[in-house]
C-alpha cells in the first residue's frame, strides 16, 4: 500500500513568516499534487508535480518534487491569514486511485 | 460553469437511522467519486463510478453502504443503519474522463452521527 505522510500536521504561525510543510512516501509516485482545503469547503487542487527535481511557484507558494519522486515539499514565504487552511498532499496509486496525506492544518494570524 | 453540488450540506441523525447524501456532478463529466474524511485526516475514495458504472467499490462497507449512479449523472450515497464512527464529511467529486486528471470535488456533506 502506497502511504504518504505529512508534516507537521498542526502549524501556528504569524503574518509575515515563512514556512514548509513536508509530504514523504516510501513509494515512487508519477506525480504528486497539493490541495488546500478551506473550513466547510472542498479541496481545490493548487499544482501537479510531475518531473523529479521540478520547481513550481505560485506567487508567494513554491512547490519542489523530490529527485526519486518520493517526496514533495511546499514552501510559503511571508505567510498571509488568507494562507490560512488545511493542506493536502496527494498522488496517484498504481491502481489510478488518488490517496491522500493526512493533512497540514495551517493557521496564520494577524 | 457550476461546480460539484452536494446536498444536503449538514446532516444530524441518531446512530441506527438512515441516511442519504446527493451528488450532481460538474456536466459532462464521466467519472465520479466519493470520499469520507475524517477529522484531521486526508479524503479516502469509498467508491469510483465511469458513467453509471461503479469500477472500483473495494473500500465501500457494502454491509451498511449502498451508492448508485442512475443515468450516469447525479448520485446517491446511502448508509444504512449508521453507527457512531460514520460521523465525518462525505465529499463527492468529478472528472471529465477517466484517471489521473484533475479532480473537482463539492463542499461536502458533513454527518454528525449521536
Known amino acids: 500500500t502506497q502511504l504518504l505522510e505529512q508534516s507537521p500536521q498542526f502549524l501556528s504561525i504569524q503574518e509575515g513568516e515563512n514556512l514548509t510543510v513536508y509530504c514523504n512516501s516510501s513509494?515512487?509516485?508519477?506525480?504528486l499534487q497539493w490541495y488546500r482545503q478551506e473550513p466547510g469547503e472542498g479541496p481545490v487542487l493548487l499544482v501537479t508535480v510531475v518531473t523529479g527535481g521540478e520547481v513550481k511557484k505560485l506567487k508567494r507558494l513554491t512547490f519542489q518534487f523530490g529527485d526519486a519522486r518520493k517526496d514533495s515539499s511546499l514552501h510559503i514565504t511571508a505567510a498571509q491569514p488568507g494562507d490560512t487552511g488545511l493542506y493536502l498532499c496527494a498522488g496517484f496509486d498504481q491502481g489510478g486511485k488518488l490517496i491522500f496525506g493526512q493533512g497540514t492544518e495551517l493557521s496564520v494570524k494577524p | 460553469e457550476a461546480g460539484v453540488v452536494q446536498s444536503p450540506r449538514y446532516k444530524i441523525i441518531e446512530k441506527k437511522q438512515p441516511v442519504a447524501f446527493w451528488c450532481n456532478p460538474i456536466?459532462?463529466?464521466?467519472?465520479l467519486y466519493w470520499y469520507r474524511q475524517n477529522l484531521g485526516q486526508g479524503p479516502e475514495l469509498l467508491i469510483r463510478?465511469?458513467?453509471?458504472?461503479?469500477?472500483?467499490d473495494s473500500q465501500l462497507p457494502k454491509d451498511r453502504f449502498s451508492a448508485e449512479r442512475l443515468k450516469g449523472v447525479d448520485s446517491t450515497l446511502k448508509i444504512q443503519p449508521a453507527e457512531l464512527g460514520d460521523s465525518a464529511v462525505y465529499l463527492c467529486?468529478?472528472?471529465?474522463?477517466?484517471?489521473?486528471?484533475?479532480?473537482?470535488f463539492g463542499p461536502g456533506t458533513r454527518l454528525l452521527v449521536l
Open positions: 513509494s515512487v509516485f508519477s506525480s
Open positions: 463510478y465511469e458513467n453509471e458504472e461503479a469500477v472500483d
Open positions: 456536466s459532462g463529466h464521466n467519472t
Open positions: 467529486a468529478s472528472t471529465p474522463g477517466t484517471t489521473q486528471e484533475t479532480q473537482y
